[in-house]
């Protein structure tokens, strides 16, 4: 009999349906088998819910609603009038997964999102405990939440974040010279550890030298303890001045693409214009816009001056990062996302904490200068020797503090300890 290749093929369009039906006939039994479509803890939201239970009491008492979700009452209705077109998810075969446990009511189904969302940030609970809070799913927790971090950063940012015009620097260093008597100052800038999980097959990208996991959220901040540049994601073993380097912040300072206005002479002065600089610490390398301390060896009094005047500056940024992690706590925990997720929730928070600085203002619960947070240690090896043009502009802001123009009368007791 001779070789038909037509029946190999049979055979093996026989085989692919006969394990087809049996994966189909298997998964129907799975499905079949299932416990609970809907969990009868999670069917219960309507009537024994936490939002159902509580947030129509706490909107009474705007005391315990500010304490609940880190602002006032007009602010959360400002914030969900803003956010309400991205929040509204259309019933797309896409989404209808996951809309089926909303509330028929859009209004209360939003208002769930909003403050589950903020019991998140400002606690920063697992899932799991805001799982038998809300009575919601976990895998439904983990969406919203991601949707919600998304929203707050595209329809937000333009707002309370924009990108800085000329103006808009000249009245950040008038802010800078009223407050801390620092002139030409555009941003005080530091970086921070964000701790996370332990993400998968990372190595040691991520292992700072405190020992714990972490990303680096780089930051400019104004003297209104409002952040006006963020870059957020670097591994958490790089150095600040890498961090600096790499990231577009640092990119579009050496490119003068910043839009800063044109060096002007500092107030009183008949010297030769300044530029408008940035403070920052030993750990960020010294430039014509960057100016870190002098090095702490051999320092005689007019050094000694020039520190303490940048570091009254370069404290800014530093509560900025204390309000930021004392309000919204989930930054005081191990984040349980993956880098990409931690970015956008360390996003929404940044932008969050402009919002409330905008709408609301200082609070009580602020700790403006009692919690300074560390900075990414000094790597002495990413440093780099410091341009010619970086040591001119030091110098040149170091003589004018000690000048009859720039000298302010407390500092010679700031530096002697008295």
Request: positive net charge.
């Amino acid at each position: 009999m001779a070789y038909n290749p037509t029946d190999d093929l049979l055979l093996d369009w026989v085989v692919l349906r006969f394990l087809r039906r049996c994966s189909a006939m298997r998964e129907e039994e799975r499905r079949s088998t299932r416990r609970f479509w809907v969990h009868p803890i999670v069917a219960e939201r309507p009537r024994r819910g936490h939002f159902m239970n509580l947030y129509a009491d706490l909107r009474q008492h705007p005391d315990k609603f500010h304490n609940y979700v880190r602002m006032t009452v007009t602010s959360f209705d400002r914030l969900l009038a803003d956010l309400r077109s991205g929040l509204r998810f259309q019933d797309t075969n896409m989404r209808r997964s996951y809309i089926h446990f909303i509330i028929s009511s859009w209004t209360v189904c939003l208002n769930i999102k909003c403050i589950f969302f903020f019991r998140f940030l400002a606690t920063g609970n697992s899932f799991a405990s805001l799982h038998y809070e809300f009575l919601l799913g976990v895998s439904t927790i983990s969406m919203i939440v991601r949707l919600t971090c998304e929203v707050i950063w595209k329809r937000l940012r333009p707002a309370v974040m924009p990108v800085p015009t000329a103006e808009d620097w000249i009245r950040i260093s008038d802010g800078f010279l009223d407050s801390a008597q620092f002139p030409n100052c555009i941003g005080a800038l530091d970086g921070k550890h964000i701790r996370v999980k332990k993400p998968a097959h990372s190595g040691s990208q991520f292992f700072n030298y405190k020992q714990y996991f972490s990303v680096v959220l780089l930051a400019l901040a104004d003297s209104d303890y409002k952040f006006i540049i963020v870059d957020i994601g670097a591994y958490g073993s790089s150095a600040d001045a890498a961090v600096f380097r790499a990231s577009r912040m640092g990119e579009r300072l050496r490119s003068n693409q910043l839009t800063l206005p044109e060096p002007r002479c500092l107030p009183g002065s008949t010297g030769p214009p300044a530029p408008f600089i940035i403070v920052a610490d030993e750990g960020f390398g010294l430039s014509r816009h960057v100016l870190r301390p002098f090095p702490r060896r051999g320092l005689d009094e007019r050094r000694r001056i020039f520190n303490y005047r940048l570091t009254r500056a370069r404290r800014y940024v530093e509560c900025a990062f204390g309000i930021l992690c004392s309000k919204w706590r989930v930054l005081h925990s191990s984040i349980q996302m993956d880098p990409d997720n931690v970015k956008k929730v360390v996003q929404a928070c940044v932008i969050l904490h402009n919002f409330v600085r905008i709408h609301d203002g200082a609070s009580d619960g602020d700790v403006e200068g009692q919690h300074p947070t560390a900075s990414i240690p000094l790597d002495n090896t990413l440093q780099g020797r410091p341009g010619v043009a970086g040591l001119f502009v030091r110098e040149q802001f170091a003589s004018y503090f000690v000048s009859a123009e720039g000298v302010v009368p407390w500092q010679m007791d700031a530096i002697s300890g008295r």
